[in-house]
């Protein structure tokens, strides 16, 4: 099961700061949130996770609500290249748990206007 | 340059005929993954692979099969007995097994007829 909640769908404007939420309000102590995205017919890559503390790097931020039940991932200045399907995940850090695999659910499709 | 490479990008057999998709990558990643992915859905997770001859089913492992005899590459072989075989195939390898991000190969469309 994903335990996740995302929009199917946005749209955000070039240039743009892309802000895609998702909630995951049954999310334990020791889960993590992950991004994904797929651009249509390729492999999913990945764009950044965090526990509880926001994250940034070279290609998004992540921002962590201080109960942990939603987070939202942002884009700064989007491009056409960013049109994608965007997935949220929630990941056990035990592999008894499962932490061996990724779960994706339905994710938000993310397109990018000129 | 870095990366996963799964080769063909698209491949097509018969039913009742064995295929093997090759999965390589030059990241000195411990851990290799296969999943599958149909029209609309997520991933799901067939063999992964902990370290070089060892191997652990995932969630669909039936009628596929996986070898890890070097380091680098992790085939996975599409079976006859695999009923529905018409899928997109992702090869991913991390760090290793566990709370570590995943890298994905550009994937294999498999169709048979």
């Not at chain 1, 743009?16 to 017919?41: D, F, K, M």
């Not at chain 1, 942990?68 to 200045?77: A, D």
């Not at chain 2, 992702?90 to 709370?99: E, I, P, V």
Request: hydrophobic share 30%; glycine share 8%; charged share 20%.
């Amino acid at each position: 099961d994903a335990k996740t909640t995302q929009p199917p769908s946005m749209d955000c404007a070039e240039g743009r700061a892309a802000n895609l939420p998702c909630n995951h309000s049954t999310i334990s102590g020791n889960e993590y949130v992950y991004w994904y995205r797929q651009i249509h017919s390729q492999g999913p890559q990945y764009i950044i996770h965090g526990l509880k503390n926001n994250e940034t790097n070279e290609m998004a931020s992540l921002i962590i609500t201080e109960d942990r039940k939603s987070s939202t991932l942002i884009l700064p200045h989007a491009t056409l290249r960013d049109t994608a399907v965007y997935y949220c995940i929630v990941r056990v850090a035990s592999l008894i748990q499962g932490a061996q695999k990724l779960v994706f659910g339905q994710g938000t499709r993310l397109t990018i206007n000129p | 340059d870095g990366g996963i490479t799964q080769s063909p990008k698209y491949l097509f057999r018969k039913e009742g005929q064995n295929v093997t998709l090759s999965c390589e990558q030059n990241l000195n990643h411990d851990a290799m993954y296969w999943y599958r992915q149909d029209p609309g859905q997520g991933l799901r997770l067939i063999y992964y692979s902990q370290i070089v001859n060892d191997f652990q089913k995932g969630d669909i492992a039936e009628g596929y099969s996986v070898s890890r005899e070097k380091k680098e590459s992790f085939p996975l072989t599409v079976t006859s007995a695999q009923k529905n075989p018409t899928a997109f195939y992702l090869c991913a390898s991390s760090m290793a097994l566990g709370n570590y991000e995943q890298y994905f190969g550009p994937g294999t469309r498999l169709t048979v007829t």
